[in-house]
């Protein structure tokens, strides 16, 4: 029998998930001297890219230009693309292990961590996430409402994704015509009565989670002010020690920033960006109606922890703050999939260094491998997933080197090709999907945009006369 | 980037020995496993001290029968130890700083994982070399 790995029998991966990890993965394998792989990629959407087409702001068209990248290795003539494809619906484990010799999850981390708090699931309190797949016209999120009509939003966190959404519901309609937010999302925002968004930070501003590219950018809104208050921008003893002796640049310049804003007037713009520091919502308040109205927020400390890190401390002074609409942007975490052993304590599937591990025994489970946040849990940028897409795939080729890979009776692509598509006619293909790429971004030609999304999958399979 | 993006993709595993146990058990299990320390726990779990491989080649080089010894006598029982949310640059720093190789984490006093200065290390490489490859991108992009 022919070696897996090898022009007679390529090694066949079958990747899920068809985001950056996934992409940067595939990339990995290709590139290894010597070794013939044949990869499938998997999404559950038609559409490739994951969060770089649903997560990163549409204001944010220069990130989005990573998928340039993701092309090139699509275009490797022994690349497939599945879209529309469910694993543990349209496939199953079983499949899987049946047609190929490894399968990585790469699935990313889908959903938004609690706060924790009573009130959370009021009327008018949103995950942040749904928001952002919202306005990016995911297809499973692009028929939620949201009340734009209060003149008070909150959102609870301050990370790249939190002050995405801030930054969204500041911006003014003239800015976000001229990006490929969704059509609707763009309707609802036109007839958005926010007046303030607050922005809230558990810690103090050497702590905030957002990078100064982004905090830079919402002190320069068409019709938004920042407002900030000196005294939550000033460094705590413990904050100043800490910063004095790294001398981390990103962070003085940070602070510094922060306290720029915190001196800058008000220049009466239609919109107020209300950035907070050390304080943690305790509660949501609701009407009879079940309606958010306010926030009951604890004013914070900074402690340090025997290591060195600066943790928040609740006080006993409290505030109210009026809100109709609050996002909660604490974390995400991964969503569990059908059969493959997870970690609910991390959110993450249960690895070791990328390798699945069997619940009981913590032996890696053959065959089965992970990247990207569901390996992980949320941190970095898009690239940081690089480095650990190539850690994944460093275990992969050393198991296949000592034969613990799994032995599909039908590895040849064809035999998975006709299994998938009599399981999900509607599957959309990588073609498929180039097409669909050119149609929407002819339409937002026409409209002096980058692109206009289809954002049901009905539209696009009529798109392209199916 | 937190201590728990480390655990998350070490595995669950982490090896301890108790105090009453020989130097010799504690060789054993770092050989076996690896390893360049064990937390040292009580009954219950709770981490009490740390034994490192340093420990027991200090005590060895003016001590015969070292083997013999117990894991408490040799022992650092003034460990320091890191919670998941604890960030990796403040933990990074104190691991320099204080010249400690392996942090137990314990989650509301309970030992859930250990995290070396090579993890943190290769978790700021990896963040780090994510960065710039993402700005490369961007800046090529901007040039085309």
Redesign the interface.
Known sequence: MAQPGTDALPLRVAIIGAGPTGYYAADHLFKRQGLVVAIDMFDRLPTPYGLVRAGVAPDHQKIKSVTTTFDKIAANPNFRFYGCVDFGKDVTLADLRDHYHQILYATGAQTDRRMGIPGEDLRGSHPATEFVAWYNGHPDYRDYQYDLQHEQAAVVGIGNVAIDVARILCRSIDELRTTDIADYALDALRHSRIKEVYLLGRRGPAQAAFTNPEIKEVGEMADADIIVRPEEVQLDDLSRAAVEKSQDRATLKKVEILQGYALRKPTGKSRRLISRYLVSPVELIGNDAGQVMAMRLVKNILIAAPTGALQAKATDQFEELPVGLVFRSVGYRGVPLPGVPFHEKWGVILNEKGRVLDPDSHQPVIGEYTAGWIKRGPSGVIGTNKPDAAETVTCMVEDLARGAILHPSHPEPSAADALIRQRQPNCFSWEDWMRLDKLEVAMGQAVERPRVKFTRVADMLAALNR | ??I??????????VFTIRPEQSIRAAIASLAEHDIGALVVVDEAGKPIGIISERDIVREAAGNERVFSKAVSEIMTSHV????P???L???G???TEKRIRH?PVVDKGRL?GIVTLGDVVKAQ???Y???????Q??IM??QT
């Open positions: 980037m937190n728990a993006s480390i655990l998350a993709r070490k595995g669950p595993k320091i130890v890191g919670t949310q604890d960030d640059v403040s933990v720093s104190t691991m942090l859930i490489r990896d963040q070399r994510g960065e710039v490859d993402t700005l991108i961007q992009e901007e």
